[in-house]
């Protein structure tokens, strides 16, 4: 009986355990281009081949995707013979084997984008993105390979280049953000005295910085029993492998916090200032900074712009929009007023004040006030008195990132 109840749990954790096996492995599935071009004509082949990074070489079946399809072909390559415009699209591969514990496959391959195009000209042109500084090589393909005489390049739409049809190869030197574009090519030959003259497809030329501009990213309250931060720098590293190392420095109020560092973080202590941080590649001769980032500071009061010798202050006129504070007395409303009815006012006497009696040190300032002196008196008598005081002591903002 003990026996018979040993093997029944022994049977039910194996279920467990089996239940509980990912079908899925953490490695991605490589796939690779062999024919070279991803724009090729109607009727020529391509080729693609499919590799799984597992060192313990264990035998794989190989799936084939185009778009969300699954092709036919099981095996390590994917031979296309005598494309159609049809067979454009993304394509993807994926291993798959089977194992004590059931099926088990990769994650699929980033995919490759193969067009076919059924016309007479195509530029061909990098499949991956250019650097800045780098040399671009576009070929423009005629189908036939007739003897071509002119080959003119265009931009988005502009002819940028033009020459005999021998070199069917185009060189743009020292690649800057600005070559970005859409290209296309127009080819021209003869034949039995007829010129005969065809243009390509547009073809997107990307092109990416070495380094881009840093950004830095602030994260408050990161350790909070020792009252730190984490700042990070994001960057964009493109340069080809092997890319030389690169250092990251981190400031505040412009001071440097510490040396270079390999990590793109640092954690500081979390206090008010206006952070940056930079990227710098030695080897390449490359340094970016990013924007300063305000953590924590009061942002000070605008203060008026001071006035010139001789300038008078300007004071804004009230318009019908402003939020005026409410008035000490006022006027009952009237149902009447839509008809221009005379509203009636009781006059209130008031008593005058006296001033004090002068002395002899005592003189009133209305008797010394000379002309100029008076038009100034009485422009800041009549200024607004609803305009906005300088004193914004009180109202002080904390700005935090």
């Known amino acids: 009986m003990d026996k018979l109840i040993s093997l029944f749990v022994f049977s039910a954790l194996s279920q467990i355990v089996v239940s509980h096996v990912p079908t899925e492995t953490s490695f991605r599935a490589n796939i690779e281009l062999v024919s070279g071009h991803s724009?090729?004509?109607?009727?020529?082949?391509?080729?693609?081949?499919?590799?799984?990074?597992d060192v313990h070489r264990s035998n794989w079946t190989y799936l084939w995707?185009?778009?969300s399809e699954e092709l036919s072909q099981t095996?390590?390559?994917?031979?296309?013979?005598n494309t159609k415009v049809q067979e454009s699209g993304k394509y993807y591969c994926q291993g798959i084997r089977n194992t004590k514990v059931g099926k088990i496959r990769t994650q699929q391959s980033v995919p490759v984008e193969l067009k076919v195009d059924g016309g007479w000209a195509i530029l061909q042109v990098p499949r991956h993105p250019q650097l800045v500084g780098s040399t671009l090589e576009?070929?423009?393909r005629v189908r036939g390979n007739p003897r071509l005489e002119e080959i003119i390049l265009y931009k988005d739409g502009v002819e940028v280049m033009r020459q005999n049809g021998h070199k069917p190869d185009f060189y743009l030197t020292n690649l800057s953000l600005e070559d970005l574009g859409v290209y296309s090519c127009r080819a021209s030959w003869d034949v039995m005295g007829q010129t005969h003259s065809v243009i390509s497809a547009g073809a997107h030329v990307q092109i990416l910085e070495v380094l881009s501009q840093p950004v830095l990213k602030i994260i408050p309250n990161y350790d909070t029993q020792l009252k730190?931060?984490?700042?990070?720098?994001h960057v964009q590293y493109n340069a080809p492998a092997p890319a030389p190392p690169i250092d990251f420095y981190f400031y505040k109020n412009n001071r440097r916090l510490g040396p270079a560092t390999s990590d793109n973080y640092n954690v500081v202590k979390q206090t008010p200032g206006l952070y940056s941080c930079k990227a710098r590649v030695p080897q390449l001769g490359l340094s970016k900074s990013s924007e300063?980032?305000?953590?924590?500071?009061?942002?000070e009061p605008e203060k008026m712009p001071p006035l010139h010798p001789g300038q008078r202050p300007v004071f804004r006129l009230a318009s019908a929009t402003d939020d005026f504070p409410p008035a000490a007395a006022s006027l009952p409303t009237s149902p009447n007023l839509s008809s221009h009815q005379p509203i009636q006012f009781t006059p209130v006497k008031s008593t005058p004040s006296q001033a004090p009696p002068l002395t002899s040190q005592a003189?009133?300032?209305s008797?010394?006030?000379t002309d100029q002196d008076f038009d100034s008196a009485t422009t800041q008598d009549q200024a607004n008195p609803f305009e906005e005081s300088d004193d914004m002591s009180g109202d002080i903002n904390i700005v935090t990132n």
């Open 138 to 140: 576009v070929t423009c």
């Open 292 to 299: 300063p980032k305000n953590f924590g500071q009061i942002r």
């Open 39 to 53: 724009r090729i004509f109607s009727g020529e082949r391509a080729h693609l081949r499919c590799s799984i990074p």
């Open 228 to 233: 730190r931060m984490k700042l990070i720098c």
């Open 363 to 365: 003189v009133p300032t």
């Open 367 to 369: 008797l010394l006030t």
């Open 75 to 81: 095996g390590q390559e994917l031979n296309l013979l």
């Open 65 to 67: 995707f185009r778009g």
